[in-house]
C-alpha cells in the first residue's frame, strides 16, 4: 500500500477524501474537532511538499439534498484555527464553480468541496458522479478511515480515475493497527464492536470469529442481534434484511 510518504506533492493537486462528519452545536459551531485534527499532518506534509488541498467529505445524514445544517462551510474556521492557513469553499462539490475554484488553487492554498451526500450518487458509488469528482486533482488521497468501508463515489470508485493514489496517514495507522490487531494481537483477546449497522460491520467480524477469546457487541447494531436470538427489541434500529430466524 502505497502512503502520502511515497509521493512528492510539488505543484499537484491533492484530491483528498477525509471524514469531516463532526457535531455541530445548534449555532452550527464545531463541538468536536478530533477527526479534523488528526487528518492535520496528512494535510500540512502535501502543504509543506508545495502542493494545494482539495478537500471532500460529507457531514451527517441530509435526506434531500442540501439542508444548511449539513454544510461543510461550518467546518471552514476550525479547519483554519488547526492547519494555519486560510482556506477556502465551494458551494457545491461538482459544476463549473467548484471546478474554476479547484483549477485555480496555487501551492499551499486548501479548498473544501460542499457535502458529498447532497447528492445521492454519493452513497450509490455512481461512476458518472465520481469521474466528475476526480476533476478536481492530480492525486488521489484517501484518509477517511471511517468510511473506506463503503463502496461510495468519493472512496473506492473515485480512486479508478487516478493514477497516482494512495493512503494519508490516518489511513495508514488505523490499517497498521487492524493488521496487529488481527495477526499479533496477545492473548486473551477482548475485541469490542459498535457502530449502527451490522452490514458494515460484518466482514470484521467474521475475521475476528477465530482469533478472539471474547466479543462484545454494543451500539445500535447489537439491536440486530437480540432481534435475532428472539428478543423484543420494540422500536430501536434493527437491519431486518440481515436477520435469520433461530430454529427454537
Same mark, same amino acid.
Given at each position: 500500500?502505497?502512503?502520502?510518504?511515497?509521493?512528492?506533492?510539488?505543484?499537484?493537486?491533492?484530491?483528498?477524501?477525509?471524514?469531516?462528519?463532526?457535531?455541530?452545536?445548534?449555532?452550527?459551531?464545531?463541538?468536536?474537532?478530533?477527526?479534523?485534527?488528526?487528518?492535520?499532518?496528512?494535510?500540512?506534509?502535501?502543504?509543506?511538499?508545495?502542493?494545494?488541498?482539495?478537500?471532500?467529505?460529507?457531514?451527517?445524514?441530509?435526506?434531500?439534498?442540501?439542508?444548511?445544517?449539513?454544510?461543510?462551510?461550518?467546518?471552514?474556521?476550525?479547519?483554519?484555527?488547526?492547519?494555519?492557513?486560510?482556506?477556502?469553499?465551494?458551494?457545491?462539490?461538482?459544476?463549473?464553480?467548484?471546478?474554476?475554484?479547484?483549477?485555480?488553487?496555487?501551492? @499551499?492554498? *486548501?479548498?473544501?468541496? !460542499?457535502?458529498?451526500?447532497?447528492? +445521492?450518487?454519493? %452513497? &450509490?458509488? #455512481?461512476?458518472? =458522479?465520481?469521474?466528475?469528482?476526480?476533476?478536481?486533482?492530480?492525486?488521489?488521497?484517501?484518509?477517511?478511515?471511517?468510511?473506506?468501508?463503503?463502496?461510495?463515489?468519493?472512496?473506492?470508485?473515485?480512486?479508478?480515475?487516478?493514477?497516482?493514489?494512495?493512503? @494519508?496517514? *490516518?489511513?495508514?495507522? !488505523?490499517?497498521?493497527?487492524?493488521? +496487529?490487531?488481527? %495477526? &499479533?494481537? #496477545?492473548?486473551? =483477546?477482548?475485541?469490542?464492536?459498535?457502530?449502527?449497522?451490522?452490514?458494515?460491520?460484518?466482514?470484521?467480524?467474521?475475521?475476528?470469529?477465530?482469533?478472539?477469546?471474547?466479543?462484545?457487541?454494543?451500539?445500535?447494531?447489537?439491536?440486530?442481534?437480540?432481534?435475532?436470538?428472539?428478543?423484543?427489541?420494540?422500536?430501536?434500529?434493527?437491519?431486518?434484511?440481515?436477520?435469520?430466524?433461530?430454529?427454537?
Amino acid at each position: 500500500m502505497k502512503t502520502i510518504n511515497d509521493f512528492n506533492f510539488s505543484g499537484k493537486r491533492a484530491l483528498i477524501r477525509v471524514d469531516f462528519n463532526v457535531p455541530l452545536d445548534k449555532s452550527f459551531t464545531v463541538t468536536d474537532d478530533n477527526r479534523i485534527r488528526s487528518t492535520i499532518p496528512t494535510l500540512k506534509k502535501i502543504l509543506k511538499d508545495g502542493g494545494s488541498l482539495v478537500l471532500m467529505s460529507h457531514l451527517g445524514r441530509p435526506k434531500e439534498g442540501p439542508e444548511e445544517k449539513y454544510s461543510l462551510k461550518h467546518t471552514l474556521q476550525t479547519t483554519e484555527q488547526l492547519l494555519g492557513v486560510p482556506v477556502k469553499f465551494a458551494g457545491d462539490c461538482i459544476g463549473e464553480e467548484a471546478y474554476k475554484l479547484s483549477a485555480a488553487l496555487k501551492p @499551499g492554498e *486548501v479548498l473544501i468541496l !460542499e457535502n458529498l451526500r447532497f447528492y +445521492k450518487e454519493e %452513497e &450509490k458509488g #455512481d461512476l458518472a =458522479f465520481a469521474e466528475k469528482l476526480s476533476k478536481h486533482g492530480d492525486i488521489y488521497v484517501n484518509d477517511a478511515f471511517g468510511t473506506a468501508h463503503r463502496a461510495h463515489a468519493s472512496t473506492t470508485i473515485v480512486a479508478q480515475f487516478f493514477k497516482d493514489k494512495c493512503a @494519508g496517514y *490516518v489511513m495508514a495507522a !488505523e490499517l497498521e493497527n487492524a493488521k +496487529k490487531v488481527l %495477526e &499479533k494481537a #496477545d492473548k486473551p =483477546f477482548t475485541a469490542i464492536m459498535g457502530g449502527a449497522k451490522i452490514s458494515d460491520k460484518i466482514l470484521i467480524i467474521e475475521k475476528l470469529l477465530d482469533k478472539v477469546d471474547h466479543l462484545i457487541i454494543g451500539g445500535g447494531m447489537a439491536y440486530t442481534f437480540f432481534k435475532a436470538l428472539g428478543g423484543n427489541i420494540g422500536n430501536s434500529l434493527v437491519e431486518a434484511d440481515k436477520l435469520i430466524t433461530p430454529a427454537y
